[in-house]
């Protein structure tokens, strides 16, 4: 699979597989998935709390900080 052929069909095929496997379906109700999502959320926030505008647009140009907010994206869009 490539950025350029893979599609969200075949995203949510994976993930369906990578939560069948671990027998997970018996904890995703709208209760609980929505509960992590609020966390990811706040996890992503974090890495802004208490700087103003400016400065994280800043350091989303340090490479050593993109990632581990990349990471937070996709745990909060996984959810």
């Given at each position: 699979m490539s950025d350029q052929t893979t599609?969200?069909?075949?995203?949510?095929?994976?993930m369906r597989?990578?939560?069948?496997?671990?027998?997970w379906e018996q904890f995703h109700s709208p209760k609980n998935l929505a509960m992590a999502a609020g966390v990811e959320a706040a996890e992503l926030m974090e890495h802004f709390l208490w700087i103003d505008n400016d400065e994280s647009r800043r350091q989303m140009q340090d490479p050593a900080?993109?990632?581990p907010?990349?990471?937070e994206i996709a745990d909060v869009v996984g959810v």
């Open positions: 599609t969200v069909a075949d995203l949510r095929e994976l597989g990578f939560v069948a496997e671990r027998e900080k993109l990632g907010v990349a990471d």
